[in-house]
Nanobody, 118 residues
Framework: QVQLVESGGGLVQAGGSLRLSCAASGRSISRINAMNWYRQAPGKQRELVASITSGGSTNYAAFVKGRFTISRNNAENTVYLQMNSLKPDDTAVYYC???????????WGQGTQVTVSL
């Protein structure tokens, strides 16, 4: 079992920055196939924002490339999402997700709200 707890969301003006954290327990993130950040805006489907694999490879959705950075601290067993140049369209609940093991079990955090105002 993997537990994921997000933090760092809040209200920020357009152009501002936030850093989200996802603290994992139950398994070392260095042994997790991929750690991902998803987001879901009201009335929209959940979408992948950024990923980082156990090998350290990263991938970003086109709509955040150049603005968001995913990283991890294995010692703290935490994954981060640094979000810069935020736009109102970035307003959503952001979820941490882990894909674990040979069967790619999925684990989700409870989500953290990010609201970007004009």
């Amino acid at each position: 079992q993997v537990q994921l707890v997000e933090s760092g969301g809040g209200l920020v003006q357009a152009g501002g920055s936030l850093r989200l954290s996802c603290a994992a327990s139950g398994r070392s993130i260095s042994r997790i196939n991929a750690m991902n950040w998803y987001r879901q805006a009201p009335g929209k489907q959940r979408e992948l924002v950024a990923s980082i694999t156990s090998g350290g490879s990263t991938n970003y959705a086109a709509f955040v490339k150049g603005r968001f950075t995913i990283s991890r601290n294995n010692a703290e067993n935490t994954v981060y999402l640094q979000m810069n140049s935020l736009k109102p369209d970035d307003t959503a609940v952001y979820y941490c997700h882990a894909r674990v093991g040979i069967a790619d079990y999925n684990y989700w955090g409870q989500g953290t709200q990010v609201t970007v105002s004009l």
